[in-house]
Nanobody, 119 residues
Framework: QVQLVESGGGLVQPGGSLRLSCAASVSIFSFYVMGWYRQAPGMQREMVATISPDGYRNYVDSAEGRFTISRDNAKNTVYLQMNSLEPEDTAVYYC?????????????WGQGTQVTVSS
């Protein structure tokens, strides 16, 4: 059974930093596109950042220049370094793993970790 376990969330002041981690129990982790998504109260879930198996990164405009996604295939872990945090970044952050193989869509989610940016 595939599990994605996030950690690193918490309460931080505006301008502060947090580093989220997501440990995946999925086999052939390196084949997956890994991503971080977030959902604020009353809002739809949105993509924050994704990283492909070959390291291509994609960010939502509001995260560009402040957040960095990275992956360690040896540890089956993906990270999200968040700097210059703003109150608007407050949300539950979810880890996602997805790939398509032989026409089958594999799509997994973690349970989420709360990030609160407040003074």
């Amino acid at each position: 059974q595939v599990q994605l376990v996030e950690s690193g969330g918490g309460l931080v002041q505006p301008g502060g930093s947090l580093r989220l981690s997501c440990a995946a129990s999925v086999s052939i982790f390196s084949f997956y596109v890994m991503g971080w998504y977030r959902q604020a109260p009353g809002m739809q879930r949105e993509m924050v950042a994704t990283i492909s198996p070959d390291g291509y990164r994609n960010y939502v405009d509001s995260a560009e220049g402040r957040f960095t996604i990275s992956r360690d295939n040896a540890k089956n872990t993906v990270y999200l370094q968040m700097n210059s945090l703003e109150p608007e970044d407050t949300a539950v952050y979810y880890c996602n793993a997805r790939r398509i193989a032989s026409g089958v869509n594999y799509d997994y989610w973690g349970q989420g970790t709360q990030v609160t940016v407040s003074s």
